[in-house]
């Protein structure tokens, strides 16, 4: 099974702050990765698909990256609302997801 | 709009099955797959298993035998149920849709609120 190591695991940062979360798979997963939000009690949302596709309605400060084993969710300008746990999924070979990202004001 | 609703039992006994229901609306079940997600205490995540437009179903592999999803087309509902459970299965459970490329199922893009589950006696 292909293993998600993503970090860190804890993010503090203040307004307007550039945040990067990154995942690393056990073996190339060929671009099929998705970024998460969660807020406390709510559904996920999905953010970005296939490593760097913006979903619709997501502000266009959420942005992806990556190939291969390595990939990045990028948020270019932190704001209040932002406040949330990220968490990534790669679909290459079933599905395993990324520990999670708890992301919070400084 | 896609929503995705979960239901059940909030507190199951160790041994015994768990039953999940995820009511879906505005948006019909016999399209795209459907599948359940897992959290665990301390934010682990696992897929679960899901089910297709058609019927078929997969799983996953560490689940085993103890698992089953089936479909109510005519309520549009999916259904989750474990068997044996443990406390180890203690968690949120999530229901959500899969998005298809070329039939073939990709990334989550509507998700439940969760229902959470207790194994305890």
């Known amino acids: 099974d292909i293993q998600m190591t993503q970090s860190p695991s804890f993010l503090s940062a203040s307004v307007g702050d550039r945040v990067t979360i990154n995942c690393k798979a056990s073996?190339?997963?060929?671009?099929?990765l998705d970024w998460y939000q969660q807020k406390h009690g709510e559904a996920p949302k999905l953010l970005i698909y296939?490593?760097?596709n913006l979903q619709t309605g997501i502000p266009s400060r959420f942005s992806g990256s990556g190939s291969g084993t390595d990939y990045t969710l990028t948020i270019s300008s932190l704001q209040p609302e932002d406040v949330a746990t990220y968490f990534c999924l790669q679909h290459s070979s079933r599905y395993t997801f990324g520990a999670g990202t708890k992301l919070e004001l400084k | 709009e896609v929503q995705l609703q979960e239901s059940g039992p909030g507190l199951v006994k160790p041994s015994q099955s768990l039953s999940l229901t995820c009511s879906v609306t505005?948006?019909?079940?016999?399209?795209?797959?459907w599948g359940w997600i897992r959290k665990f205490p301390g934010n682990k995540m696992e897929w679960m298993g899901y089910i297709s437009y058609s019927g078929s179903t997969s799983y996953n592999p560490s689940l085993k035998s103890r698992i089953s999803i089936t479909r109510d087309t005519s309520k549009n509902q999916f259904f989750l149920q474990l068997n044996s459970v443990t406390t180890e299965d203690t968690a949120t459970y999530y229901c959500a849709r899969l998005t298809m490329m070329v039939l073939i199922p990709n990334y989550f893009d509507y998700w439940g609120q969760g229902v959470m589950v207790t194994v305890s006696s």
């Open positions: 296939n490593t760097n």
């Open positions: 073996q190339n997963i060929n671009k099929y």
């Open positions: 505005g948006y019909s079940i016999t399209s795209n797959y």
